[in-house]
């Protein structure tokens, strides 16, 4: 049989390189080797790899704390239909996976097996080369982040509500733990509304700084400041004829809540720099996962605000007062995952549920899709088995976020000092975006 595919080797090792280019030969049309990422873009240029197999550590450091991520990040972007195969030591299998999750084909960890590495790297070049006839595939085979209603009679209540309320205007004010679905239910009920043809507009608006709050939701014109180079739309003119959702709304201060209220009543904006009042017609959607009721009674939130946005509550329940839904919610991830990552898995043995259904999920849906992508990843088995379950150690207090009633400030600065400092691990542990725990360093002066 002929010998198809062109493989490109990126590793700083001589000896590894030498090994593979006697290796990969005797299945491959085609093998080049070079020491360093630096010239992987020419490479590419010239070579048109089907399949890069790529270390994660070289000599040199980058500013995201690993070379081989950020290489795999510039790699898809620039060239989409090659695949990208991680090379990398055992302790560095967290750096695998975060690798895959950025667009990695597969990894191998040192020191291989020649039988798995050929397996490997032949399902990739097999997937490159289908890509390349076909174009990229645009789905997964299921319909990823649409709502998982389960079982329980809390989210039967949910559905109810959300079928009388979807079709109208209503305002909506979503409260739950992080990671119980908030911009999801945002959604369903988007998508189930007369509004569904027009746009949904997301605002994470804990994670807007304070003085480019009017700009970002109301907009600016033409030199309203220095930087104003043009007219910038701001996002109630963007869901103008669709919904406004606004996210993290309990973090807004009290001195932007007032001009946010007058938005909402008003059901019109100016522009920052400019003088004529513009409407906008859109429906309100609102989450947090703070206890807003408190927050009044604390001179934090207005209570006029408060009342104008709660038109219809709905509380998510937490992940641990749905158990029934666990394990169906965990199949559910298994399969998007097993298409997304090139998995023969079809499911959960008796251990891996009993596993599932004991833990408390403190990080409720997003811990648990989290841990069967990462399980879905590491796993060699058609089944998942209790030792394939790879629940984070971590899963502290930190994890529920802002939900433990703590002083919020409390919690980010515990969140830096365990992380060494390092943002995008610590929102990561209390289940917050970057660009929100960022605004909340900048909040508390850290």
Known sequence: MAKIGKILVVDDNVGIRKALK???????AEVEAIPSPATIVSSIESFHPDVILLDMNFNTSINTGNEGLFWVSEIKKMAPEIEVVLFTAYADIQLAVEGMKRGAFDFIVKPW????LIETLKAARDKARKEVRQGPSTSSGTEEGSMFWGTSSAMAAIKKTVGKIAPTDATVLITGENGTGKDVLAKEIHSHSNRSGKPLVAVDAGAITETLFESELFGHVKGAFTDAHSDHVGKFEQADGGTLFLDEIGNIPPHLQAKLLRAIQDRSIIPVGGTQARPVDIRLICATNMNLEALVREGRFREDLYYR???VHIALPPLRERKGDIVPLAERFISEFAVKYHRSISGLDDG?????????????????????EKSVILSDGS??????????SQTTRSERGFNDGRDEETLVKEAMQRCAGNISAA????GVSRPTFYAKLKKYGL
């Open 113 to 116: 097996e020649n039988e798995k």
């Open 22 to 28: 006697i290796l990969l030969p005797l299945h491959f």
């Open 427 to 430: 929102a990561k542990m209390l």
């Open 383 to 392: 089944i998942l088995t209790a030792k394939d379950i790879s629940i984070d």
């Open 309 to 311: 946005i709660n038109t």
């Open 352 to 372: 891996a549920r009993a596993v599932l259904e004991s833990h408390r999920w403190s990080g409720n849906i997003r811990e648990l899709q989290n841990c069967m």
